[in-house]
């Protein structure tokens, strides 16, 4: 059983460079979401979708994009990199089958730096 | 706008020593939860406190949640060096269904 798996786990882009960041469960988790985590801040939510077809913005989710063709995978692009997408990205999902009640289950994270 | 405040932020500590680790939210949320991250990887789930006066514990952990005092703590008996990590808790947003995470306390224990 892999959970979340995340790939790259390293990336160093050129800013104005494009990449899509993978994210694949094996969980049959239908709640899927993209964090990025700073220094001192925290996690904070870039998308998320809860079933194959349904994405939502979640609270910085400017310059980046998702979509979600299958329960599988969601991943996450970045159109235009910049400086301040510098980050550690992680994916998570959770089991819908107690609500809210699970907790989320991360991925290793990719750690993205953009020159 | 839910906001969430750990705090000390940064922990130094003997070990055999008990601690607490304090989480502040700021409207009303009966989820919360406490991740652990190690140095360079993923966050564990440690806790889901789902309601008011709920308590969980593991090993020299516990955790509980006062959700009319909009307080969560950790609280770390004896601690041990395995402990070392930074601790974040998360608080449930009713009204996106997302969490909002505190900034983390980064606790270093001593031998």
């Known amino acids: 059983n892999a959970g979340v798996t995340q790939t790259p786990k390293f990336q160093v882009l050129k800013t104005g460079q494009s990449m899509t960041l993978q994210c694949a469960q094996d969980?049959?988790?239908?709640?899927m979401s993209w964090y990025r985590q700073d220094p001192g801040m925290g996690l904070r939510l870039i998308h998320y979708?809860?079933?194959?077809?349904?994405?939502d913005q979640g609270e910085v989710p400017n310059g980046y994009n998702v979509s979600r063709s299958t329960t599988e995978d969601f991943p996450l692009r970045l159109l235009s990199a910049a400086p301040s997408q510098t980050s550690v990205y992680f994916c998570?999902?959770?089991?819908?089958?107690?609500?809210?009640?699970?907790?989320?289950?991360f991925g290793n994270g990719t750690r993205l730096t953009v020159t | 706008e839910l906001k969430v405040e750990q705090n000390p932020l940064f922990l130094s500590m003997q070990e055999g020593k008990n601690y607490t680790i304090y989480c502040n939210y700021s409207?009303?949320?009966?989820?919360l939860y406490w991740y652990r991250q190690d140095p360079g990887k993923s966050l564990e789930s440690l806790f889901v406190?789902?309601?008011n006066g709920a308590v969980k514990q593991e090993g020299r952990l516990m955790a509980s949640l006062d959700t009319k005092a909009r307080l969560s703590t950790l609280h770390i008996t004896a601690a041990v060096h395995d402990l070392s990590a930074t601790y974040f808790c998360?608080?449930?947003?009713?009204?996106?269904?997302?969490?909002?995470w505190g900034a983390g306390t980064k606790l270093i224990i001593k031998p």
């Open positions: 998570a999902s959770r089991s819908p089958g107690d609500g809210y009640n699970s907790p989320l289950h």
């Open positions: 969980m049959n988790h239908e709640y």
């Open positions: 979708s809860v079933g194959a077809g349904i994405t």
């Open positions: 409207t009303t949320s009966d989820r």
């Open positions: 406190l789902l309601s």
């Open positions: 998360a608080a449930f947003m009713d009204s996106n269904y997302q969490l909002i």
